[in-house]
């Protein structure tokens, strides 16, 4: 059964600390997100937690963790699940399982050599030795075992996909079997070690790794730093989509990020981006995950609240337009969105804008349609219009003014006339199709213009 917990939003230490986090700074962070009005259900304490920072042992570092039982139970006492980084296989010189597993222990390069990991200093554990297995079985159930984890990142396999770019950096030359099964049955030994203790624990994998949905509970797909998410985050979405096909596994785009830095900025590029990240992870249907504070960013009202309607309870809401992008329902279709009349949409454009809905494509009548501003509770006048002729794009849709810094929703109060529906398919056969291409011509015209001009 889905713990609710592991739906909702995460708040994660990594964005805010890096590799400096503390005990008192768990606490704080969780109390400041409560704060600011922000609902969420888990909080993930990321790297940084272990003694001097190494890799390999995976005990609490005494001076910054004094107490992380304590910390696990207060944060139980709140409501939220607790989920820590791990990367189990890494280990770095300095630690007690160094000594134990090196160099025989270790997963080694084509020459015959340990493979060393310049990125985070460190050497893998093969798990096909008995040293390596014991290790990570027992870390594992300790973990759950003395701290009451309820979830793990488990991040740094052995490799990702053979023969990509980082194994073939790694210099590794495994046989074909060992390349098809060594990171999945990594996954497969981690979840059946920390379920042997408590069996509603989760594991999350490193990003979409072939041959891992058995073993896991929840997926991430990596950092977007600097790119235009416009297009990535839709494309990774898809990915996402089809990797977790048929297996009861929670995605997410890894930590929100605002567009064009690694760090916020005042740059409009920065919150508007950032809303733009949370509306496409709303639009997919994917867990939210915060690292960096939002709140004295213009946009903050609307970062909360777009972020606070995301859950199970609320599947119901896609996002129209957001931040500087408006996203229109035949696209989101064209995507492999899921909408009908039942799904209300969200605004929440960083200027004024005008906004509009084919209603049509929903089988609605565009007369019966409402608006609020959800901020305000303020009943919105919208425009509505039912167009039953030609081929244009205006054909049955809602508009209206929309003002930057507000979030909307717009919304069909009931069911939709079941002959007005009909009306539509015999018009135009395949209203989602008919639409598409109008779209596509009418964004071919404006790639005309713009190279003329």
Known sequence: MNDIRFQLPEINTWRLFNKGVTQQGVVEMVETWEANGYRFGSVCIDDGWTVNGLLGDWTPNPVTFPDMKGLVDWIHTKGYAVRLWVAPLQIHDGTEIYKKAFPDAVLKDADGKPAFYPGLGTYRLDIR???GREHIRSVMQRLVRDYGIDAFKTDFPAFYEPNDAFYKKMNYSFS???????????????????????????????????????YIQDTICGDFIGMDRSVIIGETCKVLQSYIKGHDITPWLEMVWGEGSEFPTSDVAWHAGYLEFIAQSINYGFKIEQSFYPFEYPNADQIRTLTNLYGPRHQVYKVIAAGRRKYSV????????????????????????????????????????????????????????????????DWCRVEFEADGGEVYEIYHPGEPVSHFKDYFTKMYGDPLATLIDLLNEADKKAAEVRAAS
């Open 176 to 214: 074909d079997e060992d390349n098809k099964t060594m990171v999945p049955n990594f996954y497969k030994l981690v979840e059946e070690s920390v379920k042997a203790v408590n069996p509603a624990v989760r594991v999350c994998c490193a990003k979409h790794i072939s041959g891992c949905q058995p």
């Open 330 to 393: 035949p696209r989101l279709m064209e995507a492999g969105i899921k909408m009908d009349h039942k799904t209300r949409f969200l605004v929440a454009t960083e200027s004024d804008e005008t906004v509009s809905i084919h209603t049509g494509i929903l089988g609605t009548n565009s007369t019966h349609w409402k608006c609020r501003n959800v901020l305000t509770g303020k009943h919105i006048d919208i425009r509505s219009r039912n167009e039953f002729w030609g081929s244009t794009m």
């Open 129 to 131: 030795t008995e040293v």
